[in-house]
């Protein structure tokens, strides 16, 4: 594992997921983002610190993430849990960056939300910023201040813009701006999923992304049972699976019951 997500850092200063109403907040002015840990089990726990700050009705209002971020191998797939969906970018990037997925597989996007707005800034416009992605590893402490001449990668490109450009809503346009992925499947209907299976049956292979918000009780016009199987179907053919907890979203115990549900390890 490269040494991104190594340890927790947190973000203080008007960047990423730090920037919804950063200038009306006072009670939270920083957002902590948990560190990686290799897993044998798909088991989450809630963080003790704010992942993700807003406004909500006028009241400030901070949302625990989960500590630590997960990531389980099962059969040469990796199975990635996380809190805030930007995240997903990273995972993505390096799982093809280090040639464990193939460039332009498609993408089963399940979710409550689209998440398909548009950046401020698209990956080939910082990919080369070596001051400033520099800056942000030393004020995470991932670097220290006398390795001046440390050259910027590509990884630490995408890690400088998952965590300082996207937030919850925009992770994915960037994916297909850099034919990261191909076609893109959003299920967020009771349509949409009835329909999704057939659509994956035609794909050469796909990433299987999840947002556990799409159990929370807005979603749950969706038949529960129907929503598991489908998923479980899912993951069975999927070269990657992503998981959110959108702690803004879903209240993690909900989140973590809907977790605890899938079967994300059977083979077909």
Known sequence: MSFHYKKPFKLKSEIGNNKFSFDKRELYKEICISSLKESSEIHINESTTVAFAEMDNDKEVGFKGIDPFIVKTHKNKK??????????????YKEIFENQIPFGLDMIHIDQHKDTRTPDLDFSEVKNWQADIRDLLYEINYLSKEAIDYEVTLLDAAFYYTNAVLNVGNFIKPLQKESLIENLFIVDSTYSLDNIEKQAVSSRGYILDIDLDFFSEDMDYIDRKRKIEVINNLAKKASLITICTSPFFIDFEKANEALKELNLCVDI
Do not use: E, G, R, S
């Open 79 to 92: 199975i990635y849990v996380f809190d805030n969906h930007n995240h997903a970018f990273f995972f993505i």
